[in-house]
């Protein structure tokens, strides 16, 4: 599994597989958000990619914060999966 982003001086991105999403999915507790990762991986057909992203410091510090996986098709946000909110 890879290591999660952390906030930086600027917005941050990469390319990840589906498998990490079903890794964090595997090591949460809450029933919620397993939902939610659920919905997310039933998602994801072949040929879409999967991009995790982390907000900038800046937009940490004021509670403007977030970070998570969005799901893209040919192009387009499919669907978003949220991990962390200030």
Same mark, same amino acid.
């Given at each position: 599994?890879?290591?999660?982003?952390? #906030?930086? *001086? @600027?917005?941050?991105?990469?390319?990840?597989?589906?498998?990490?999403? +079903?890794?964090? =999915?595997?090591?949460?507790?809450?029933?919620?958000?397993?939902?939610?990762?659920?919905?997310?991986?039933?998602?994801?057909? #072949?040929? *879409? @990619?999967?991009?995790?992203?982390?907000?900038?410091?800046?937009?940490? +510090?004021?509670? =403007?914060?977030?970070?998570?996986?969005?799901?893209?098709?040919?192009?387009?946000?499919?669907?978003?999966?949220?991990?962390?909110?200030?």
């Amino acid at each position: 599994m890879l290591d999660e982003l952390i #906030p930086t *001086d @600027r917005e941050t991105s990469r390319e990840v597989s589906i498998d990490a999403v +079903r890794a964090l =999915m595997a090591g949460t507790k809450n029933p919620r958000f397993e939902i939610e990762c659920r919905s997310f991986i039933n998602g994801f057909e #072949p040929g *879409d @990619r999967v991009i995790e992203f982390c907000s900038a410091q800046k937009e940490w +510090r004021i509670g =403007m914060g977030w970070s998570g996986y969005s799901l893209i098709r040919a192009g387009e946000l499919v669907a978003r999966l949220l991990t962390r909110i200030s």
